[in-house]
């Protein structure tokens, strides 16, 4: 088989950002993420034996090639993994041919690995009719980055990637998956949703992320709860000398984001632009003193927005790098572009890229081309 460029299926997911609920998916909180219009494609066509190769378009021409029967949870290997680790977790019995070609910017914060894993997971699900719902193929995704690549992710990233209309933020209930489109039409009100890419390189791999899983997850079995969704911020303050200072800060940001998420719903609704901005903001804060997944380059780029006259901005996704996102008037963008830009070269950063994004849809199959 070498005919790649003759595909039996193309399909593509998008990237994401989160309005507003972070850290909160494996604590069954409420996200309110959209799906970004970059989105990655997956061309898959079937072989006729055991055999397995991936190419990805932005990684030269190196072809991974390996077998149906030595799929296995493993440390070794690169982003391949992320595709290997959706045919093992979708049961996969024959070989195939894979063929990425990724537009979600890498290392961002905007989930492209998340976009990977569902289109491939969506184009699987088509070509060998599996018929798993999208809500299962959130859940097998997230098995392949948590069983197979390790990474100890929620399924905030997966489900939005699949489940994403666009024109609306979606609102998803980590705890069944529940969800329900919050119309997210930011022209209409003159504002605007601007991106901010550090160009600091996260990767959740590095340990940080699952630092802080854990600090919730020893603060919830001190509490002798089912999840940090069962607090309220009374009881935590009455629990408090039952945790350390560290579990009780973490578990702080989860019981107010899961709150905030709640009054941003409303405020969206409302068109309460200022509220929603107000609780971004708060969101902001909680992560970088309450969560500490922030860092100067996120910081400069959330204060200095706001110093120029943003409804709202905060770091957005697992942090340590990565994006921020800012709630502007269209007409302050590019005076807020470029005064970060400013403070950055300043500061030593490196130079940041800017996008905007209108909500989209989540993964679909593609024309044949
Ligand atoms: C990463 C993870 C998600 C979620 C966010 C933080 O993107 O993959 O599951 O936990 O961080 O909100």
Redesign the pocket.
Known sequence: MSDWRAPDVIASAPGRV?VI??????SQGF?LPFAIADRTYARIRKRGDQIIRIRSLQRSNDIITTSIDQLAPSADGDWERYVLGVVWALGIKSGVDIEIDGYVPLGA?L?SS?ALECAVAFALNDLFSCGYSLKELALLAQKAENKYVGVP?????QSVSLLAKSGSALLLDCRDLETRLIPFDLAASGLQLLIIDTQVQHT?VDGG?AQRRQSCESAVAKLGIVSLRDLSFSDLQEAKDLLSEEEYKRARHSVTEIARVGKAVDALIDKDFLTLGRLINESHHSLRDDYEVSCPELNCAVDTAISLGAVGARMV??GFGGSAIALAKTEDIGRIESAIKEEFTASGFHVPRFFTSLPSDGARIEPLT
């Open positions: 989160n609920g972070e850290h909160i998916d494996f996200v914060g989930s998340a992710c929620g399924i905030m990233d959740l992320y996704g697992g």
